[in-house]
């Protein structure tokens, strides 16, 4: 039997690369996530005390980067933009088996110390950990490249293949775990079975949509029609989770309906970092690893181009 398994991976690792732009481009997107997070909020509206505990930030057994400066605002705050700067070099995808561990450590940090947070740094944090195997063994300059196969022969690169490959799996069956754990949880909430959860959520004077969609949307909510939103939510949040067992060609069905849940989300209730966060992680679910966008290839074309006709140019 294990002999089998290690036929068929070896196969698998033959024909499949998982080092293309399309983790490249999830790991930007979970980068430019944060960036937005830490940039546009001082470091008070994470940091500060609880009531369980009045010493911040969170620093128990940590190595958080939050950790390394003394507990003052003033230091705080020069990491958190040491943070957005290195995050930025991750977005840009230079050199992922070194980015890769920082893009980490950055999440780690924010998800063990910091106070107040969403489920997007949550995300982000468990993504860049399951990325770690995948990053590692990325040899390439920038993760928008294409990786040079005629560089090293398959049989000396294989088993790192199947290392990514293994990461970018157990990657998919988290997600999908996610929308499972979701849509099972709400099961056991009356309001998601009797279709009213959503005039609930979207009505919450603090947590709620602004003045200007909910008064768009209020005919709806407060009809039979609001079933629509809240059936419908759980219905694909279900759906999500058997994307997990679907033939590849039938993934981008699943990609267009859930980008458009949590793009929804985004413009209506304003979690922008969160839903920026979770389509990094329908891109890693959803997205066949080995095919290629075709967009930063034309990008990295004219860019090189650019660069080598400014040489020419300085020359004479």
């Known amino acids: 039997m294990f002999r089998k398994i290690g036929v068929f991976a070896c196969k698998l690792a033959t024909s499949v690369n998982p080092w293309t732009n399309v983790y490249g481009l999830a790991r930007s997107l979970l980068a430019i996530a944060m960036v937005l ?36 605002y003033l230091y705080l705050n ?25 893009h980490w450590w950055i999440a780690y940090s924010m998800n063990v110390s910091a106070l107040t947070l969403d489920g997007g740094e949550q995300v982000n944090a468990v993504l860049t950990l399951l990325l770690l195997p995948v990053t590692l063994t990325d040899s390439r300059g920038w993760h928008w490249q294409k990786y040079d196969s005629s560089e090293k022969p398959i049989d000396q690169i294989i088993s790192k293949r199947i290392i990514a490959l293994i990461s970018v799996f157990a990657i998919r069956f988290q997600i999908a775990i996610l929308y499972l754990h979701s849509s099972i949880a709400k099961l056991f909430e009356p309001t998601w079975l009797d279709g009213t959860a959503v005039y609930y959520f979207l009505s919450d004077p603090m947590l709620g949509l602004p003045p200007f969609f909910l008064r768009l949307v209020n005919p709806i909510l407060t009809s039979a029609l609001v079933v629509i939103p809240t059936w419908g939510t759980l219905i694909l949040q279900m759906l999500l989770f058997g994307a997990l067992f679907a033939p590849k060609n039938h993934w981008r069905y699943y990609l267009i309906a859930a980008l458009l849940l949590h793009e929804t989300i985004a413009i209506m209730l304003g979690l922008v970092t969160f839903s920026i966060s979770m389509s990094a992680a329908l891109i890693l679910f ?18 090189i181009k650019n660069i080598k006709v400014n040489i020419l140019k300085k020359e004479l």
């Open 286 to 303: 959803l997205v066949p690893v080995e095919r290629e966008f075709e967009f930063s290839q034309k990008y990295i074309k004219i860019l």
């Open 78 to 102: 020069i990491v958190r933009w040491i943070a957005v700067i290195l995050l930025l070099i991750v977005a840009s995808g230079w050199k992922p088996k070194i980015t890769g561990i920082i």
């Open 37 to 72: 997070t830490l940039s546009m909020n001082d470091a008070r509206v994470f940091f500060r005390p609880s009531s369980t505990s009045m010493i911040y930030p969170a620093c128990k057994e940590s190595i958080s980067m939050f950790c390394m400066v003394p507990n003052d």
